[in-house]
């Protein structure tokens, strides 16, 4: 077997949204290769589950990273590419959408426009 490309695991991070089933955070390396961050359409419009899942991300990567610049290591690429190219961007000039050392930071005046709930103190399952 190869071996599994490097990836930082955010110590702390929130595994995933409680009784959803939806994960923020993954185990291990895809031994396939590194699922490429990119900007999905988002169709969630507030008062929705979905919205409360992004919500609730974005929540914890606020109150694990705030306003710093972060590296992508074991959080799930589909849940950044909800947020990816508006809540969340990249950090520097050369990000690699296909590494797990990819720099991302939060856009903190368009996350607090579209996710007020989000940097709340406490945020409500």
Known sequence: MPSLPDMT?????????????????IRRANPRGVTPIKAFPRKARPGTKEHRIDAAFLHALWHHFGAEPFERGNLDAARLSLLFGREVIPATKDFDPLSYEAMLVIDERVARKNFPESFEDVFEV
């Open 9 to 25: 695991k955010h110590r702390g991070f929130p595994g995933g949204m409680p009784g959803t089933g939806v994960q923020f955070t």
